[in-house]
């Protein structure tokens, strides 16, 4: 290699270093990583980046973040400045994630909570309310309820699916309605729709500083089985985590939203610091979405078959997945979710609970039921989380959501002997041959 192809201009005679010095820099000395010539990106792991002259170095923080205010500031090609800005393979899944969610820009944070964290961070400050569902994912619900009234945020809890209570639930000091579907573990769904509808009636004698925005967490049915952005909501939260990563070797979080608020999230994420690092967006980016449309066609169908077998056993006494015809919202599960070919997705998560005289009784099978299962099962695996390739079973009232307390657990729907299927790429037979083994030590 020639001396000013490595060096890229600067005029350097390197055997006049010691080893030390050249083993530290090498030859990788290069103004910018070109990584057009190859077919799968690199991962790109680097802290900092080298910035040519403080001229370009100052360019790069005017333009950081300055995308809605003036977008001819905007060079052709990215500055990076510093991993927590920006880097290439965060930027590559941004996009991706842009285009799975059929939305205008996406953020991507360190996990799904510090997305959830960082749309109430972007919305929400003192003496303003969220409006939230009486149910949701464990965690969501210990920072509504632990967390955000530290910072004098009221938080209000409604059953979304009564639309005269939400209405009514809205003040002047409301700015966001926050909700899943389906709603994590029970699969209970919530009209997008209708709360888009709600939001939008209140908002046309709001000003502008005063409107109310909408968020749902997306995560159990990722993109591929409901895009919230065709149903009109303004915000939408991943964790990368789960279905989207699929391989469950890492953790991320996303915001998909408005293009307007893309400087926000930025801002937030530099300030606030829940970064995806590099090494974890790409396998995002490089496995998990370009195989989450065959996953999950895959893990769908077996999730069908599995939800049919256990309707019929007489020892389960309530099956909820939304490809049942038996489900109690099946319309609105075949109007809201659907595949990028407009086809039903129901998704591949199920909630089922066995049949038994007293919720005691009910909870006791339950519990030997997952514990033959985490002892004895080839095919199934005692686990939290889910989305992923390998079937995991668990416990919500004891794991998942038990930062809800078990009156509060009840009346928002969380049952002690519910058990959390997430159906993974096995062959379907498999599963329910493991099934049947685990039912009848019940
Ligand atoms: C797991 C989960 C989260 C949190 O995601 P993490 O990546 O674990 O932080 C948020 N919402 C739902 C519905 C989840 O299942």
Request: aromatic letters at 12%; a negative charge; proline letters at 6%.
């Given at each position: 290699m020639n001396k000013k192809a490595s060096a890229k201009g600067k005029r350097v005679n390197k055997s006049a270093y010691a080893p030390e010095t050249r083993l530290i820099w090498g030859k990788s000395f290069t103004p910018k990583w070109d990584y057009s010539h190859h077919v799968v990106p690199p991962i790109s792991s680097s802290s900092t980046f080298r910035l040519s002259t403080t001229k370009r170095g100052a360019k790069g923080f005017i333009e950081f973040a300055h995308h809605a205010d003036d977008f001819t500031v905007q060079s052709k090609a990215p500055i990076y400045i510093y991993d927590r800005l920006g880097e290439p393979n965060k930027d590559m899944l941004e996009e991706n994630l842009t285009t799975a969610e059929h939305g205008e820009c996406a953020v991507t944070f360190a996990?799904?909570?510090a997305a959830v964290s960082a749309v109430c961070g972007i919305l929400l400050g003192s003496g303003s309310e969220i409006i939230a569902h009486k149910m949701l994912y464990g965690c969501t619900y210990s920072l509504f309820k632990n967390w955000l009234p530290r910072y004098h945020i009221k938080v209000t809890w409604v059953d979304f699916n009564d639309h005269k209570a939400l209405n009514k639930a809205i003040s002047p000091q409301t700015r966001l309605l926050y909700f899943e579907t389906p709603v994590n573990p029970t699969m209970e769904l919530i009209d997008i729709r209708k709360v888009v509808e709600i939001a939008k009636r209140q908002n046309s004698h709001r000003s502008k500083a005063h409107q109310i925005l909408t968020a749902v967490d997306n995560t159990f049915a990722t993109p591929f089985c409901q895009r919230?952005?065709?149903?009109?909501?303004?915000f939408v939260i991943e964790s990368l985590t789960k279905g989207l990563l699929g391989f469950g070797t890492d953790m991320g979080g996303a915001v998909i939203g408005p293009s307007w608020s893309y400087d926000r999230l930025l801002l937030y994420r530099k300030d606030f610091g829940g970064v995806l690092g590099a090494k974890s967006a790409w396998p995002i980016l490089v496995y998990g979405l370009p195989s989450l449309a065959v996953r999950f066609t895959q893990q769908m169908k077996t999730a069908q078959l599995v939800a049919?077998?256990?309707?019929?056993?007489?020892?389960?006494?309530?099956?909820?997945?939304?490809?049942?015809?038996?489900?109690n919202q099946r319309a609105l599960a075949q109007s809201q979710m659907q595949n990028y070919d407009g086809d039903f997705a129901p998704g591949t998560m199920m909630y089922f609970i066995p049949k038994g005289k007293t919720p005691q009784e009910r909870h006791r099978k339950a519990n030997r039921l997952v514990n033959y299962i985490a002892g004895n099962s080839y095919t199934m695996t005692l686990a939290v989380s889910l989305g992923n390739i390998r079937t995991l079973i668990e416990h919500p009232a004891s794991m998942t959501h038990s930062s809800i307390p078990p009156e509060e657990q009840l009346k928002r729907g969380i049952h002690p002997g519910g058990i959390r299927l997430s159906i993974g790429l096995e062959k379907a037979k498999d599963i329910i041959h493991d099934l049947k083994k685990?039912?009848?030590k019940m």
């Open positions: 996990t799904g909570m919230p952005f065709e149903q009109g909501i303004d049919e077998f256990l309707e019929h056993d007489k020892r389960i006494g309530l099956v909820n997945y939304p490809g049942l015809e038996s489900f685990a039912l009848s």
